[in-house]
Structure formats: structure tokens, C-alpha cells
């Protein structure tokens, strides 16, 4: 499965994936999440929003147990965020046949649309429209950086973007969802345990800054009558560094887009966003709120009109706790538990069906990058533990 998997949207140039929602690379992984789901007879179906899934028993039944992740990827992301959860998930699958059990509840395997949201700035598209917590309204207004709407491209994709929107009646059918994940951080290599259950996810959000300025020559204009958006754009950076810092938290700037983007003009607009995370509610307001001041401060220095725009927001996902625990007791009691910063289609779900998390050790901690890696051993272990799970809650 790996191997067959590992070439679809790989670039030769970075050595990561470029798997975008509606792209060619994202046909390329639904027809092999597809023919993954008929070579082991589950029947498949697309949702309305484009997730898929297979399914063995009888989905009407109700209360199933579902497990899988996402294929899409950042830009020049690594092999195993996202993909790892769904091969996994047919390996804990083949697994559990091979142990000759029997299902006593419906079971599905699943692939969540545009999870990491690297087209149309916005994560979690998939499990956010069948959940109910993004509208069809608002998923037509996305855009992606050459102006291409979400509807255009589902329709370009073969799909109906008219058709999008909640599914309560499909997740009214799902007792539990688990989802796999390679760990986005080092708490597993530092603890030396390969495998471990997630408490829950940190409250994040992403914010759009615009700077406008006034573009000139940059060969001609005096420093003092310029007025350049990348200096406050630059001291904004810094800021967000500092402030993270003193809550104990995350921020960063990692997109920036500027205009008109040429070498010897000043720019008229810099336009950045800022991704942060933090343990608490708290922490991540006070995070906020001092890099705004600061930007504002700064923007005012320099001439510059500043406008701020939240365009995603999750709060703190606690995992439900009884479903947490069973994991835990399903391995033995000693598996450790672990918060994580990162997002993922369970925190999404988790307030329309119980859900819960498995982190498969990441040996240096690096994520949303090719250098992402996990050990052969590490991933027989986590489909192991996955199987091992779905055993004690879809076998009994």
C-alpha cells in the first residue's frame, strides 16, 4: 500500500507532496483510496461534501465505529501526515480479518476532504462542512491563490458543489471515530514509547494581516517619505515570536503575499497570516492580543493602514474522556496520553460524535515538511494498537 501510494503528487524538485484538494494528485488518491476499499469488498460511497468512505456492515444500522484520516497535503509536506492514518487503517483492517474476529458493529475506514487546507486556506473543509461547522455559503466564497473558487473546482473535479453542506444523518450513525496520526512533535521519542492516545488539541486560529503602504521606486524615494508596509509587516514577525514566547505558545508566519512584488518597488500591500496556538484559551488571547497592539503600534509609526481578519478559529478539543480512556485500557493502561497543537478531522468531529486519537512516534518531531519521517517498526505498531482498538470496541 505504501509503496503504491508514496509516488502521487511527489515533487522531484523538493522531494515532498503537493496532493491539493480538486487537483489531479487528489484524483490520483481517491482512486487509490478506492481501489484499496473494493479490493477488500467494503462498499464504497462519496458524501456530499466529497469525503470518502467503505464501509463493512451495515451503515443504517448505526452506531459504527470509524477510523481513517486525510491524503491531502501542505505544500511540500511529508509522506506520512494524513496518509499514515488511512493505510493504517486498512492494515488494522487486514489485521483484524487475519485474527479471524467478527464484527458486531458497522465499520467504516474514511478519507476527509481538504484537511489541511493548502488550496483554499482553510483546514478541515471535509469534516467542517458534514459537521456542520462551515456552511455552503461560506465554502463558495473560498478562493484559492489564482482566484479559482472552491465550487469551480469541485465542478472542474467532477463533484457538485451544490450539493455540499451538513450531514448530521451521516454522523448521527457513528458511535466512535479514531483517528491515527503520526505525532507532529517529539513527547513520544523523548518518553520512548512508540505509541500513545491524545487528551486534547490546543485552541488555533488563523489570522490575515493586510499592510497597506504606498508603493515607489525603491532607487529614488527618501527613507523618511516612504511608506513601506514590510517594515511593519517585519516587526509584526518579531512580535509574534516575543509574545509567544512569553505566554508559552506558538505563533507564526508562514504565507506572506505581497504587491506588486518587484524587486525595485516599494510595496503598496504586504499581506501575511499568522497561525497560533496555544495550551489554554488564555494564553492564546493574550498571545493575540499583543501581537495586534504591536502591529498597530508599529503601522501607525510608519504611515501604514493595518486591517486584521480571523479566518479560521478552533477552540480547545478535549476528547471525550470515557473513549479516551478505553483506548488507554485497550492498550494495556500504558500507553501515555498527550496534548498536541495540531489540528486534525477528529477535533473537527468531535462535537457531533465521540472521537479519539492514536500518535504514532515521530523520531525528530518534523512535520509539514519532506524530513518528516517515522520508523517501519514504530508504524507496525501503531497498526497494531489501531487494530488492536478496533477490536475491543467493533469486535465485542
Known amino acids: 500500500m505504501w509503496r503504491s501510494l508514496r509516488p502521487i503528487g511527489r515533487s522531484a524538485a523538493s522531494g515532498g507532496y503537493r496532493r491539493y484538494a480538486w487537483t489531479d494528485a487528489d484524483a490520483d488518491c481517491r482512486l487509490w483510496f478506492r481501489m484499496q476499499a473494493e479490493a477488500r469488498r467494503l462498499n464504497y460511497e462519496v458524501d456530499r461534501n466529497g469525503n470518502q468512505w467503505a464501509w463493512l456492515g451495515d451503515p443504517a444500522a448505526g452506531d459504527a465505529v470509524v477510523t481513517g484520516s486525510h491524503l491531502d497535503s501542505v505544500p511540500d509536506g511529508g509522506a506520512f501526515d494524513g496518509p499514515l492514518g488511512v493505510v493504517s487503517s486498512f492494515a488494522a483492517l487486514d489485521e483484524l480479518r487475519a485474527r479471524g474476529v467478527q464484527f458486531t458493529r458497522p465499520f467504516a475506514i474514511t478519507n476527509f476532504g481538504d484537511e489541511e487546507g493548502a488550496r483554499f486556506g482553510l483546514a478541515c473543509v471535509g469534516s467542517r462542512l458534514a459537521s456542520g461547522q462551515l456552511t455552503k455559503e461560506q465554502?463558495?466564497?473560498?478562493?484559492?491563490?489564482?482566484?479559482?473558487?472552491?465550487?469551480?473546482?469541485?465542478?472542474?473535479?467532477?463533484?457538485?458543489?451544490?450539493?455540499?453542506?451538513?450531514?448530521?444523518?451521516?454522523?448521527?450513525?457513528?458511535?466512535?471515530?479514531?483517528?491515527?496520526?503520526?505525532?507532529?512533535?517529539?513527547?513520544?521519542?523523548?518518553?520512548?514509547?512508540?505509541?500513545?492516545?491524545?487528551?486534547?488539541?490546543?485552541?488555533?486560529?488563523?489570522?490575515?494581516?493586510?499592510?497597506?503602504?504606498?508603493?515607489?521606486?525603491?532607487?529614488?524615494?527618501?527613507?523618511?517619505?516612504?511608506?513601506?508596509?514590510?517594515?511593519?509587516?517585519?516587526?509584526?514577525?518579531?512580535?509574534?515570536?516575543?509574545?509567544?514566547?512569553l505566554a508559552g505558545a506558538v505563533?507564526?508566519?508562514?504565507?506572506?503575499?505581497?504587491?506588486?512584488?518587484?524587486?525595485?518597488?516599494?510595496?503598496?500591500?504586504?499581506?501575511?497570516?499568522?497561525?497560533?496556538?496555544?495550551?489554554?484559551?488564555?494564553?492564546?488571547?493574550?498571545?493575540?492580543?499583543?501581537?495586534?497592539?504591536?502591529?498597530?503600534?508599529?503601522?501607525?509609526?510608519?504611515?501604514?493602514?493595518?486591517?486584521?481578519?480571523?479566518?479560521?478559529?478552533?477552540?480547545?478539543?478535549?476528547?471525550?474522556?470515557?473513549?479516551r480512556d478505553e483506548l488507554v485500557r485497550l492498550l494495556g493502561g500504558k500507553a501515555p496520553v498527550l496534548g498536541t497543537g495540531a489540528g486534525h478531522d477528529a477535533g473537527i468531529l468531535s462535537a457531533s460524535v465521540p472521537t479519539a486519537m492514536l500518535f504514532v512516534r515521530n523520531p525528530t518531531g518534523v512535520s509539514h515538511s519532506p524530513a518528516e519521517s517515522a520508523a517501519e517498526d514504530d508504524c507496525v505498531a501503531g497498526v497494531i494498537a489501531l487494530a488492536d482498538v478496533l477490536e475491543g470496541l467493533a469486535c465485542r
Request: no cysteine.
Open 139 to 245: 465554502a463558495h466564497e473560498l478562493r484559492d491563490g489564482d482566484g479559482v473558487s472552491l465550487p469551480q473546482a469541485m465542478e472542474a473535479a467532477g463533484y457538485d458543489p451544490d450539493a455540499i453542506g451538513p450531514d448530521t444523518e451521516r454522523l448521527s450513525r457513528i458511535g466512535a471515530f479514531v483517528e491515527l496520526h503520526v505525532e507532529q512533535g517529539r513527547a513520544l521519542d523523548l518518553s520512548g514509547d512508540a505509541v500513545g492516545v491524545a487528551s486534547a488539541i490546543w485552541p488555533h486560529g488563523r489570522w490575515r494581516y493586510d499592510f497597506h503602504g504606498e508603493a515607489n521606486h525603491a532607487g529614488t524615494t527618501r527613507l523618511v517619505d516612504r511608506r513601506d508596509p514590510m517594515l511593519t509587516y517585519a516587526e509584526t514577525v518579531l512580535a509574534a515570536r516575543r509574545e509567544a514566547e
Open 251 to 323: 505563533a507564526t508566519f508562514g504565507k506572506i503575499s505581497v504587491e506588486p512584488n518587484g524587486v525595485n518597488a516599494i510595496p503598496s500591500l504586504v499581506r501575511g497570516w499568522l497561525d497560533a496556538r496555544a495550551a489554554d484559551q488564555g494564553a492564546l488571547d493574550t498571545v493575540i492580543a499583543g501581537i495586534e497592539t504591536a502591529a498597530r503600534e508599529t503601522a501607525a509609526k510608519h504611515g501604514i493602514d493595518l486591517s486584521v481578519v480571523r479566518e479560521s478559529f478552533t477552540p480547545v478539543v478535549e476528547f471525550e474522556h470515557a473513549l
